[in-house]
């Protein structure tokens, strides 16, 4: 089993829809968790840290679930801007951030 | 603007030529990374330092040798590179480890190399 593992997508999915991510991590140790986001040929940005007991910002709802050792992204009224890339990244104890391959969500008009 | 800056943004270089990737923070983070990102792919860890020190490198080839030479810059110096090593390299910063924010990184805008 891969260490964090992402549905690559795309995700095409109309302005205003609502979209959902998610990912699964092997490292039951894991104690760190996020999405980052990284637009075509620029550099990965921190999207958001995830809690355990699930937290929002904005149109962004991000959750854990330990016991299945999977996170979620959940993205609402979806724009056209919010067009990226979405990494899952996981660390597990003294091991060094891991990367998901990633999540293509394409936003139509 | 990313509070990572990387030089030169773009690169070209032959087999036989050395060469150099800078990088600079100035955020007071002690663990700055270098990844490798090639399309499509995720970023893929080849070094950590942490105060100044390299505390992971993940069996990459001698021909990519980083240098820290203070808490600001990470160099990445560069010299007979293969065409498959042609990809997006990444700097990053973090806190140091056991600091709160130790895993949260910023990344620089990165540095395109192509390698002829």
């Known amino acids: 089993r891969k260490e964090v593992e992402q549905d690559p997508g795309p995700f095409n999915v109309p302005e205003g829809a609502t979209v959902a991510f998610n990912c699964t991590y092997s490292?039951?140790?894991?104690?760190?968790f996020f999405w980052y986001r990284q637009d075509c040929r620029k550099e990965p940005k921190l999207l958001m840290s995830?809690?355990?007991s699930g937290n929002e910002d904005g149109r962004f709802t991000a959750q854990l679930n330990r016991a299945s050792q999977y996170i979620s992204l959940l993205i609402r009224d979806s724009k056209l801007s919010d067009s990226a890339t979405y990494l899952c990244v996981v660390n597990g104890g003294n091991t060094p951030l891991v990367f998901g391959k990633g999540t293509r969500l394409s936003v139509i008009a | 603007d990313t509070e990572v800056t990387q030089t030169p943004k773009h690169l070209v270089m032959g087999m036989t030529n050395k060469k150099s990737l800078k990088c600079e923070q100035h955020?007071?983070?002690?663990?700055m990374y270098w990844y490798k990102q090639k399309a499509k792919k995720p970023p893929e860890l080849m070094f950590v330092y942490s105060y100044e020190k390299l505390s992971i490198n993940e069996s990459v080839p001698s021909r990519f040798s980083p240098e820290c030479p203070n808490s600001s810059l990470l160099n990445l110096h560069l010299h007979a590179l293969q065409p498959e090593d042609s990809a997006l390299y990444l700097c990053?910063?973090?806190?140091?480890?056991?600091?709160?924010?130790?895993?949260?990184?910023?990344f620089g805008a990165g540095s395109r190399l192509t390698v002829l």
């Open positions: 490292n039951s140790a894991s104690q760190s």
């Open positions: 995830v809690y355990s």
């Open positions: 990053a910063s973090s806190q140091a480890p056991g600091q709160s924010g130790a895993n949260v990184l910023t």
């Open positions: 955020m007071g983070h002690r663990a």
